[in-house]
């Protein structure tokens, strides 16, 4: 069963309000990688475009693999002490911090308009990254079925999902959009489950290029945030870990390091379902430590502040900004605003 | 032979100077796309973190394929008529606008600064667009060298090219930057040669969803953006060609169809190296095509203004704000700044 989407008229409808804030610049580039040589393939051929010349190709050569991509928006007075990183999770890229399904501002714009300027990545293989060819990395690419994604990320009990969106059972308080199941679609993007240790490397250097800053990151992300603190605590001056799927192992990992960086764990709702409480354990025990070597490690579990219904995609929620502003106060409250 | 590059310190050292333009939101959205139902593969285990449990895979269900993803800045008084798309070449993404290798900024910020609102998209199985499934596309991903991305974008001519970066030599007069090649292929990602119909589809729904505005393309994207403008005339008001590799076919195409958008092809130095007097021969009978049918298409060669030695990738080259001003005073000359 096929079926089109409308395209997204959100952007055209999203006309430009007031002047929200003043921009010194705008731009990406490219951080970590390594000029790797191919040699003995053999050479094919290929039309680049369909009235282009036959032309032959050699994939033999150097590439340069391993880099990492960030774009970032620097305003010209920032509030914030520090640039704020945003870091996205497993299946995504940086392209979640944008609008939201419903066209609605996400929150990228929403932490400028607290005064943040603002970095977006895409972590290795995902994104603007680029991927890298099969022969330098093991196994293959992870596409997550829309279903898949529906019940890893709370939006439904187990069971809930269908093909027809009339029939789709959200969690009866749920905040995510009835209808934003194909928006958040069209975000997913595959990887692979074998690059951890490229992934580390390329936010670790991202990390030492961008300096002073604030991580807030998201779901698989959270593994690699909190360990660049470890690695970096002169850089990172606190990390913001919005349902991480892993952390550093305290029998393995010095949390002392890190006693000087604030971090804050954020939780959605309907946190029994399979898998999280496995994932939630590691948070916990990561946090624990942080907090025996006189750490600050806070927790904030939405549903006892009131607020019922987040989904694992909150920065996607209909009430995501109210959860941002659940982290700016936190931000605030730990002296990292101006 | 592997050697580490070193990460970019360019935009930590790229310290916010004055303000310089007034913002009224920033986002990202995708365009385009379908839901498409896979059956019958068998299911498989996945750990999705280091520390996380083995879960069982079913790659079976629905996802969406097919779309395109745009980012956007919106001024919040644009001297601008119309918002700026920028789209990318082939074997890039939207990357390419942003900084430079040398940490400058790129076309992105210079045309913020002319009073554009600009979008940047990645194509259809490009940067945060996704790639798509296997099963869902013909043939595998392209990867290219850095000696062909030397030799095909004109930093040097054929046999110039070294994996030592002592020993490459540009032409005499390239404005390449002369330790510009490995940031270049940094922004590399890989491509297909197969899905021109997806990616056009998906670039007509942007077009449609995102109304009046100008293109400016580069390289692979020629193609699309002018059979864009075939499609909706009344949505692209310019076209800005730079160093096409591809337009519509005069015999199949009605140029007439677009005699009210005007065209401009840039095209830089050293145009007789294989195989861009084959590229530009398609441009020059599309421009003449318009030409005849009473439209407007202007060629800028840059030498012929007293610039010599730009590259294919002159949005990287040293002298790229003085290549974006000729286009900007051409955009100025056209009425398209209020």
Same mark, same amino acid.
Not at 116 to 126: C, N, T
Not at 225 to 248: L, N, W, Y
Not at 296 to 312: C, E, F, Q, W, Y
């Given at each position: 069963m096929n079926r089109w989407i409308a395209a997204t008229a959100a952007v055209l409808l999203a006309a430009a309000p007031a002047r929200a804030y003043d921009v010194a610049r705008v731009g990406g580039g490219f951080f970590g990688g390594q000029v790797t040589t191919v040699q003995g393939q053999p050479t094919t051929t290929a039309r680049f475009t369909a009235s282009g010349p036959l032309m032959t190709m050699d994939p033999n050569g150097e590439f &340069?693999? %391993? !880099?990492?991509?960030?774009?970032? &928006?620097?305003?010209?007075a920032p509030r914030a002490k520090y640039p704020l990183m945003l870091w996205? %999770?497993?299946?995504l890229s940086g392209s979640v911090w944008g609008d939201k399904p419903n066209g609605q501002p996400g929150w990228e714009d929403f932490f400028l308009r607290q005064g943040?300027?603002?970095?977006? +990545?895409?972590?290795?293989?995902?994104g603007r990254s680029g991927f890298p060819r099969a022969d330098m990395v093991q196994g293959t690419p992870i596409f997550r079925p829309m279903q898949q994604a529906w019940?890893?990320?709370?939006?439904?009990?187990?069971?809930?999902? +269908?093909?027809?969106?009339?029939?789709?059972?959200?969690?009866?308080? +749920?905040?995510?959009?009835?209808d934003g199941a194909e928006g958040m679609a069209r975000m997913a993007v595959p990887r692979w489950t074998t690059t951890d240790a490229q992934t580390q490397a390329a936010y670790d250097a991202y990390v030492q290029a961008v300096g002073p800053s604030v991580i807030l990151v998201h779901s698989q992300g959270?593994?690699?945030? !909190? !360990?660049?603190?470890?690695?970096?605590?002169?850089?990172?001056?606190?990390?913001?870990? &919005?349902?991480?799927?892993?952390?550093?192992d305290p029998s393995k990992v010095d949390a002392a390091r890190v006693k000087d960086v604030p971090h804050l764990f954020v939780w959605g709702d309907h946190m029994d379902a399979a898998p999280w409480p496995s994932f939630r354990a590691a948070l916990d025990r990561w946090a624990e430590a942080i907090r025996a070597a006189g %750490?600050?490690?806070? &927790?904030?579990?939405?549903?006892?502040?009131?607020?019922?219904?987040?989904?694992? *995609? *909150?920065m996607l929620d209909d009430n995501s900004d109210e959860v941002a502003a659940v982290i700016q106060d936190w931000l605030t409250a730990k002296g990292l605003m101006r």
């Open positions: &340069v693999a %391993g !880099q990492m991509y960030a774009e970032y &928006v620097l305003l010209s996205h %999770g497993g299946g943040h300027s603002v970095y977006v +990545s895409d972590a290795f293989e995902r019940e890893l990320f709370r939006i439904g009990p187990a069971g809930s999902w +269908s093909i027809d969106p009339a029939k789709r059972v959200r969690y009866p308080d +749920s905040k995510f959009p009835a959270a593994a690699f945030a !909190q !360990q660049a603190a470890v690695t970096a605590p002169d850089r990172v001056r606190a990390v913001v870990v &919005v349902e991480g799927s892993g952390a550093p %750490g600050t490690a806070d &927790v904030i579990d939405l549903p006892k502040r009131g607020m019922a219904g987040n989904s694992h *995609m *909150m």
